[in-house]
């Protein structure tokens, strides 16, 4: 490999926050001074290339200092690792929090998706510009995953340590007070107040949020925390796989694929080493229901994906987590070093003689990595691209390895699974969908929050719960990605196969209502926007796909009947070949929702 | 006549495209099956010396049991197999990706496209004037070569040549996301200040006249390229002893560019700097 790194060099302040995550580095190939060493041999290139997966947490590092990435603070960056700056470049420009363009020290990430629009976005990021200076820099922003307080505003300030502040519900004062004084600003109300049935007798997965200490490893094993590894244990790797079949449990990141399967899959490949990947890249507009798992209940997802690795043969996991998730971030690093002092990680978890630990990684604003060959992209250092299939990640996967990912709630679903024993779990909900499920619900209801509810329970019974208001215009399921579904549809059973038969989704489990004061070809057109601004840009069907259907909603926002017959026409072409031909599900299901709207609501008519 | 390496023996995979029986070995792509039977399947970001990206989607064809179309550039023929290429479905992608790219980026010097666009019915202009496009000019900050990202359909192919799939110089890369994402060097420099070798092996590999020589883009702008008046004359290079052959371009008793080629075992269509540029010592007649 020719490398070549430009003469601009790295601030103190970059050198440093790139040495805090590599160490210092050892010779003048990797930027150190020169010594005698250097000139008899060169070492390095190989061992650092291997490292290659530190590229984002490298970039990371700086933009948390400095705010951006600078030529030099790159090109040391790339010295250190050995990766072309041309590929770490390309890597860097691929995510939305990182900036290659000088910036502010202080970025405020007002969020304008769905919830948030619905709830004053718009305003609300007029009157923040107004009053903000030029000293802090404002980003409209996707889903930041508050719905349930909606609108929402995230200010990161960079320095050492990097320090954010969320404000929501965001007031204009609320959101400058974060962003100018973020370690003033109001703590977060406890993840508990996203949880309207918190500390409810019924509860299993949301059982523990609001009533358990997040913080606390013996609070969570006074409250039945680790019985269900120990069950593990007993069971051994096959036994917890046929509990995990039997249990009927399939992925609750809206594929739906049967977890027993997937895991026995990854357990029979002779390849090793095998990886487990958690997924909690929860970036889907309307979901905030892992966001809510982590920061409550850390130590479930810990327990849950030591679990999954066991029965899998995997000694070491990766869990992916959004980058706009402060406060779960923090909770997990806690959870995972409590853990690993604790003897629930390391080398010997549970005095068992199985080794296992967890790596967290940082996403860095891209929706696309929710999608889970991107993820391994993204986690190897390269753009967050999805890889075509097959091969599939049971067989080829992270680092090329066999490898299992789960979401945060399909996988926090193996806990009660074990310890209430499948035949108990799967008498739970319908025949074909088993085991409770957790439903997002935002926009006009009177009790926003994650519930949880076992499937087969109808859309009415959800809104009902969440106390829905008056003149309800549409209900969006599954999210960005899913469907609208009229006011009148409340019979739809919340399980894959009835919403199937009703023609719409279930998705990732977001259910959120509109009243007839939100303007429906506005919302489309965020919709839109969103998909434009989230495809990764790799096949053409997504890339020009997306822009072309936000254009025809553009033309007619403001048109019904005949009048917006031909760009609807337009519109079903594009889509049909959006949804047949693009390598992914993003492109695959950008046409949903607006498609759904047209049919089902009568959008423009 | 070219050597053909022969590998080792491989099975034959039997399924059927188009009602048809077809046998290819183990390891072909629907692709290579189609061209067997000969079958015209468009590809346009598919390379014969690159590993398929299938960026482009427009040879999609419809695989039963499959929930969405399937690349036939890069989806391994597997037994029993039932592949159609013809369907309806799959026209309606392929003539969508047709005109999704030609109301984007200027297809103009694209070999075999605006065939397609006429085969497909494809009209790009239905997405009125006001549809994105790039609207770059070129980039012209060297005497070798010219990037006109106008013209670049993001197949991803100069990518994969750069990089680890033949010359291992890593200098360009995809840059941004989405309708912005952009092929670049490093801080998107000029190629000048970039860790380029000039082995133009992007070039050789480019199918849409994005990355061109410095001379075919001036001859183009001044329209004197023809290419009905050029040969092509395959020789070895004479600079160092590996043997690389070069396709000599020569319009009107001038070199106007090199090429190799593909099916060469040495080079298989790659070149280094004095190959592929270094030809005007032949013409200074003075």
């Given at each position: 490999?020719?490398l ?7 601030t103190?302040d970059?050198r ?12 003048s190939w ?16 190989r061992?650092?290339?291997?490292r290659?997966?530190l ?9 948390d ?11 040391y ?17 691929f995510?939305?929090m ?8 202080t970025?405020l990430h ?6 948030c629009?619905?709830?004053g ?18 980003e409209?922003?996707?889903?930041l995953?508050?719905c ?5 505003a ?12 969320v ?6 004062e609320?959101?400058?007070l ?12 406890p993840?508990a107040?996203?949880?309207?049935q918190?500390?409810?007798d019924?509860l ?10 997040p913080l606390?490893?013996?609070d ?11 069950r593990a244990f007993?069971?051994?790797p ?11 449990l ?5 594929a ?16 090793h080493?095998?990886y ?5 890249d929860e970036?889907e507009?309307?979901t ?11 130590y479930?997802?810990?327990e849950?994906?030591t679990?999954?690795?066991?029965a ?5 996991g990766?869990l992916y987590?959004r980058?706009?998730?402060p406060?779960a ?20 978890v ?20 929710g999608?889970?060959?991107a993820?391994f992209?993204?986690i ?5 691209e ?12 992270l ?8 979401n945060?709630e ?5 806990l ?6 499948a ?9 074909r969908?088993t ?17 949880e509810?076992?499937?087969g ?6 809104l ?17 990605a899913g469907?609208f579904?009229r006011?009148?549809e409340r019979d739809?059973p ?17 259910v959120?209502?509109?009243d007839?004061?939100?303007?429906l070809?506005?919302l489309l ?6 998909f ?7 096949c053409?069907?997504?890339?020009v796909g ?7 909603l ?11 017959a ?6 079903r ?6 949804r047949?031909?693009?390598?992914c ?10 498609e ?5 609501l009568?959008?423009?008519e | ?8 023996p491989r ?10 029986e077809?046998?290819?070995?183990e ?7 189609c ?5 015209d ?7 014969d ?7 482009c989607?427009?040879?999609v064809?419809?695989v ?15 037994p ?8 309806e479905?799959?026209r309606?992608?392929?003539k969508?990706?047709l ?5 984007s ?6 070999p075999q496209?605006?065939?397609w666009?006429?085969e497909?019915?494809?009209k790009?202009?239905?997405f ?6 790039l609207?770059e000019?070129p980039?012209?900050d ?15 192919k100069?990518?994969d040549?750069?990089g ?8 360009i890369?995809?840059?941004?996301r989405?309708?912005?994402a ?9 190629l ?6 000039y082995c133009g092996?992007?070039i050789e590999v480019c ?6 020589f ?14 009905s008046?050029q040969t092509?004359?395959?020789t070895?290079c004479?600079y160092c002893?590996?043997?690389c ?9 001038e ?5 190799s ?8 269509g790659n070149l280094c ?8 010592h ?5």
């Amino acid at each position: 490999m020719d490398l070549h790194f430009g003469d601009s060099k790295p601030t103190d302040d970059e050198r440093a926050a790139v040495d805090a995550l590599l160490g210092p580095p050892e010779s003048s190939w990797e930027g150190a001074d020169r010594s005698d060493a250097d000139l008899r041999w060169a070492r390095g290139g190989r061992e650092a290339r291997d490292r290659r997966d530190l590229l984002l947490p490298g970039l990371h590092a700086i933009n948390d200092r400095v705010g951006w990435i600078s030529e030099g603070a790159l090109d040391y960056l790339c010295r250190r690792l050995t990766v072309p700056p041309a590929e770490a470049y390309g890597v860097a420009t691929f995510y939305a929090m990182f900036s290659v363009k000088p910036r502010p020290a202080t970025v405020l990430h007002v969020c304008t998706d769905l919830a948030c629009a619905a709830a004053g976005a718009p305003e609300l990021c007029a009157g923040i510009e107004a009053r903000l200076g030029p000293g802090v820099h404002v980003e409209r922003s996707p889903c930041l995953g508050l719905c349930e307080r909606a609108p929402a505003a995230l200010a990161i300030r960079a320095g050492d340590p990097v320090r954010t502040a969320v404000s929501a519900p965001a007031t204009v004062e609320g959101a400058v007070l974060a962003a100018t004084a973020p370690d003033s600003a109001p703590e977060e109300p406890p993840a508990a107040m996203a949880v309207p049935q918190a500390g409810g007798d019924d509860l299993i997965l949301l059982r523990r949020v609001g009533v358990v200490d997040p913080l606390s490893l013996d609070d969570y094993r006074a409250h039945g925390g680790y019985t269900a590894l120990r069950r593990a244990f007993e069971l051994g790797p096959a036994g917890v796989i046929r509990e995990v079949t039997d249990s009927g449990l399939v992925g609750r990141g809206g594929a739906a694929f049967p977890t027993g399967r997937k895991w026995q899959a990854t357990a029979s490949q002779p390849d090793h080493p095998h990886y487990v990947v958690c997924n909690a890249d929860e970036s889907e507009p309307g979901t905030f229901k892992d966001r809510v798992l982590m920061e409550g209940d850390p130590y479930a997802l810990i327990e849950s994906m030591t679990i999954a690795a066991y029965a899998t043969g995997a000694h070491q996991g990766y869990l992916y987590l959004r980058g706009e998730y402060p406060r779960a971030l923090h909770r997990l690093e806690h959870a995972i070093a409590q853990a690993r002092a604790r003897g629930l990680l390391g080398d010997d978890v549970l005095g068992q003689g199985y080794a296992f630990d967890i790596e967290i990684r940082r996403g860095a604003g891209a929706y696309i990595c929710g999608e889970e060959t991107a993820l391994f992209n993204s986690i190897e250092g390269y753009r967050g691209e999805p890889r075509s299939k097959p091969p599939f990640p049971v067989e080829k996967g992270l680092f090329g390895k066999p490898t299992v990912e789960n979401n945060v709630e399909t996988l926090v679903n193996v806990l009660p699974i074990l310890t209430m024993g499948a035949p108990a779990y799967a008498a739970i909900g319908t025949e074909r969908s088993t085991g409770p499920k957790l439903f997002c619900v935002s926009g006009s209801v009177e009790r926003p929050g994650i519930y949880e509810l076992p499937f087969g329970a109808t859309l009415g019974e959800l809104l009902e719960l969440a106390g829905v208001r008056e003149r309800l215009r549409a209900v969006l399921l599954g999210g960005a990605a899913g469907g609208f579904v009229r006011p009148d549809e409340r019979d739809i059973p919340l399980t894959f196969e009835g919403t199937r038969e009703a023609g719409t989704t279930l998705g990732s489990g977001v259910v959120m209502a509109f009243d007839d004061t939100v303007p429906l070809p506005r919302l489309l057109l965020r919709i839109a926007e969103f998909f434009r601004d989230e495809s990764c840009g790799q096949c053409v069907p997504c890339r020009v796909g997306t822009v072309r259907q936000e254009e025809a909603l553009h033309r007619i926002v403001a048109r019904t009947g005949a009048a917006a017959a031909d760009d609807i026409a337009l519109l079903r072409d594009v889509g049909r070949a959006m949804r047949d031909a693009s390598i992914c599900g993003l492109g695959q299901t950008a046409w949903n929702a607006v498609e759904s709207a047209i049919d089902r609501l009568g959008a423009y008519e | 006549m070219t050597a053909i390496p022969l590998g080792v023996p491989r099975r034959l995979v039997e399924f059927t495209i188009d009602g048809q029986e077809a046998r290819v070995p183990e390891g072909s792509t629907i692709l290579d099956a189609c061209r067997a039977a000969g079958k015209d399947v468009p590809t346009l970001c598919h390379g014969d010396t690159l590993t398929p990206k299938n960026a482009c989607r427009v040879c999609v064809v419809e695989v039963e049991g499959s929930r969405t179309l399937v690349p036939a550039c890069s989806r391994r023929a597997e037994p029993g197999m039932t592949v159609h290429t013809e369907t309806e479905r799959a026209r309606h992608s392929r003539k969508l990706v047709l005109e999704l790219l030609a109301s984007s980026v200027d297809l103009s010097t694209t070999p075999q496209v605006a065939g397609w666009i006429k085969e497909y019915e494809a009209k790009p202009d239905r997405f009125g004037p006001e549809a994105a496009r790039l609207n770059e000019e070129p980039r012209i900050d060297n005497d070798l070569y010219v990037r006109d990202y106008d013209k670049c359909i993001l197949c991803y192919k100069c990518v994969d040549a750069c990089g680890d799939q033949w010359q291992n110089t890593f200098a360009i890369s995809v840059a941004g996301r989405g309708f912005d994402a952009r092929i670049a060097v490093e801080h998107d420099a000029p190629l000048t200040d970039s860790a380029c070798v000039y082995c133009g092996n992007c070039i050789e590999v480019c199918p849409t006249g994005a990355l061109s020589f410095k001379s075919e883009f001036d001859m183009r702008e001044a329209g004197t390229w023809d290419e009905s008046k050029q040969t092509e004359t395959t020789t070895v290079c004479a600079y160092c002893g590996v043997g690389c052959n070069l396709t000599l371009h020569v319009q009107d008793n001038e070199i106007v560019k090199v090429t190799s080629p593909h099916d060469n075992p040495v080079t298989h269509g790659n070149l280094c700097i004095k190959g592929r540029f270094g030809y005007q010592h032949v013409q200074n007649r003075g």
